[in-house]
């Protein structure tokens, strides 16, 4: 399976990006799917995560009310809507898939559960 995460780039302060994970290979419909983020200097940290199912979101506290995580199965996609961006996003931004999915999963614990795969990630700059 190989995930690929798209749709970052460069803007200002204020506006809004969608990125995109897809997968070649095999069906995300059963994985749990997180976005994590590295900025420069800094550790990499999840930012949202979805349940296969769609009905779990987590979402961390820094992004809350302005990104927005989202999955299409039928395209083998999950999204992340990201609003009001602030310079602080600048980041590289990976999505990660995990099967064997518990309810506890979709929290800010889960890049502790072992990704089963990982996406090249996709560089987002805002500048203000």
């Known amino acids: 399976v190989q995930l690929q995460a798209s749709g970052g780039g460069w803007v200002q302060a204020g506006d809004s990006l969608r990125l995109s994970c897809t997968a070649s290979?095999?069906?995300?419909?059963?994985?749990?799917i997180g976005w994590f983020r590295r900025a420069p200097g800094k550790e990499r940290d999840i930012v949202a995560a979805?349940?296969?199912?769609?009905?779990?979101?987590y979402y961390a506290d820094s992004v809350k009310g302005r990104y927005t995580i989202s999955r299409d199965n039928a395209r083998n996609t999950v999204y992340l809507q990201m609003n009001s961006l602030k310079a602080e996003d600048t980041a590289v931004y990976y999505c990660?898939?995990?099967?064997?999915?518990?309810?506890?999963?979709?929290?800010?614990?889960?890049?502790?559960?072992?990704?089963?795969?990982w996406g090249k990630g996709t560089l987002v700059t805002v500048s203000s």
């Open positions: 979805i349940s296969s199912s769609g009905g779990t979101t």
């Open positions: 290979g095999r069906s995300l419909r059963t994985y749990a």
């Open positions: 990660a898939a995990r099967g064997r999915e518990i309810p506890s999963m979709i929290s800010s614990n889960f890049g502790s559960y072992g990704m089963d795969y």
